[in-house]
């Protein structure tokens, strides 16, 4: 082999390693730029792609997936002067390599100083229950501004998140007190308000009872008024019936009303409960009297009825002495 072979053979493996330089394999999730005399030229995909060796080169090699930055704890100032400390967590993914490879230097730090420097401001915008109390709302305002300020680097902001708000151990104490405070108030005004209750249903209860009191009353008074309405009418008719024989002629109709309102007379004195003896200067005479009178009217209402029979036994022999009528004084 001559040295003409060994030079055309040295030559081949020259351009054949120099072909082999502008073969470059791209894995998932990167981004390369090429670069042609030092100028950004295009963007290559994953998989394997062809350069123009010599000319061109590999410029920057972007990682296009989702990506975690971890903000560190910083001091914030709120809006009522309260000092307080708070970290977070941010989500960005490149969607444009170029951009993020030539528009901004130190990608990762950019962001980084980018994403504590909107924290403070939002913030250090808002009073400190608000701030502890709307986590949300702190979220999103932080993902809409850092994302607009990122997005000429060819960056998405997916997500901000605040990990932890630490207010100074005396803030702490301070709002424990005062959430303590609030509890005792709520619990006294729910006391109040059971109390209240209470009262208002004792009254209602109390209300219903005299109402109904007063209707049984109302109904007593109505039945005790028809009662006596009955009585009265009783009395009337039978008075009515006395006067009727005392008209007729009949004298035994005086001695039984006499009789019937002298007995009841007696049974009031009677009964009286302040009185425990009586004594009472009368003739016993009288009121037998009186009851002979009585007695002749019921013998008279008797002998009505049984005259019919007292015919049909007219034949048959008396045993005894038919009984005569009470005298009278």
């Not at 502890?132 to 932080?142: A, H, Q």
């Not at 104490?173 to 619990?187: C, I, L, P, T, Y």
């Not at 009677?270 to 003739?283: F, R």
């Amino acid at each position: 082999m001559g040295g003409m072979d060994i030079a055309v053979i040295a030559f081949v493996v020259f351009v054949f390693l120099v072909l082999l330089t502008g073969v470059k394999t791209v894995p998932q999730g990167y981004r390369y730029t090429v670069e042609r005399f030092g100028r950004y030229v295009r963007t290559i995909e994953p998989g394997l792609n062809v350069i123009i060796p010599v000319f061109d080169r590999i410029g920057a090699k972007m990682n296009v997936m989702e990506q975690v930055l971890d903000v560190p704890t910083q001091e914030v100032i709120t809006k009522d002067n309260a000092s307080v400390s708070a970290d977070a967590v941010a989500f960005y993914q490149v969607l444009n390599a170029a951009q993020a490879a030539y528009q901004v230097a130190n990608l990762e730090n950019a962001l980084l100083n980018l994403t504590m420097t909107n924290i403070r401001s939002v913030m250090g915008s808002m009073d400190l229950d608000e701030l502890l109390s709307n986590r949300d709302t702190i979220n999103d305002r932080l993902l809409r501004v850092v994302d607009e300020a990122a997005n000429p680097w060819g960056i998405k902001i997916t997500r901000v998140e605040i990990k932890d708000i630490a207010p100074p151990t005396d803030l702490v104490e301070a709002m424990a007190r005062q959430m303590k405070a609030e509890r005792e108030k709520r619990a006294q005004v729910l006391e109040a308000e059971g109390a209240r209750n209470a009262q208002i249903l004792r009254a209602e209860g109390a209300k219903q009872s005299a109402i109904l009191q007063a209707e049984g009353q109302r109904e007593a008074a109505y039945r005790e008024a028809e009662a006596r309405e009955r009585l009265a009418e009783a009395e009337a008719k039978a008075t009515r019936m006395v006067s009727e024989a005392i008209a007729a002629g009949d004298v035994q109709a005086i001695n039984y009303f006499v009789a019937q309102k002298y007995t009841e007379a007696l049974a009031s004195i009677g009964t009286a409960n302040n009185q425990k003896i009586v004594l009472m200067p009368m003739e016993a005479a009288s009121l037998i009297g009186s009851l002979g009178g009585i007695g002749a009217i019921a013998r008279e209402v008797f002998a009505e009825g049984q005259q019919p029979a007292a015919r049909s036994r007219a034949s048959t022999p008396r045993t005894g002495p038919a009984p005569g009528p009470l005298e009278t004084p």
